[in-house]
């Protein structure tokens, strides 16, 4: 409960700047996977900060909650929602207190949630059960490489090696999934908390359609 008070507080204080910190675009990323959507399905962002990913993903026709440990970011996504003309379900809340319920979202979206290892493996386990068979979850973030790209100049990422994303560790936290995209690439970023050629891991999982190809 403390760590979610000093992350909530690091966070207003971010998201209470003037502007979107992270902007009011997508993610190339999270883009890229539009093919993948279809207008009626439900989805879920945690961490979603002033809600650049749920809004995009309400004006691609889908039903949207969010939430995010920051009052001031869920406060920011709402605000940008109506300026969108779009709605979403916008909340305060944290991976380990949120009431993940099973088997009800069409679409899990997951970017740059760095939370030490226990509460990643705990965070994924509750999204792949409220995943609904034939769903999916679309997940970015830093790899361990990143550790060498700073050395080259690049910005941003954890300083934990356990906060990072690894190939081996999604395929141990999302067992069973089908792979549509699992990859270590590198990216140019250029804003205020990122920059540089950045080492990013690009996950969608897809899970099975059936409980017994999930339990293989």
Sequence with gaps: MEEEKRT????D???????????????????AQKALLEPGQKALVPGDGEGRHGVWLAEQGLEVTTFDQSAVGVEKAKAL????????DARVG????????????DVIVLTYVHVESETRRIGH??????????GIIILEGFSPRQFEMRKLGA??????????FSEEMMRGDFPGAEFLV???VDEDYEG??????CAVMHVVARKPLTDRIWRA
């Design 13 to 31: 204080e971010r998201y209470s700047a003037p502007g979107y910190h992270y902007g009011t675009e997508p993610s190339e990323f999270v883009a």
């Design 81 to 88: 929602a109506g300026e969108r003309g779009v709605h979403i």
């Design 182 to 184: 699992l990859e270590d």
């Design 125 to 134: 386990a509750a999204a792949w059960s409220a995943l609904r068979p034939g």
């Design 8 to 11: 909530g507080a690091k966070f």
């Design 94 to 105: 944290a991976i380990e207190t949120w009431d993940w319920q099973e088997n009800s979202y």
């Design 192 to 197: 205020r908390t990122h920059s540089g050629s």
């Design 155 to 164: 910005t941003g990422g954890p300083t934990e090696f356990d906060r990072l």
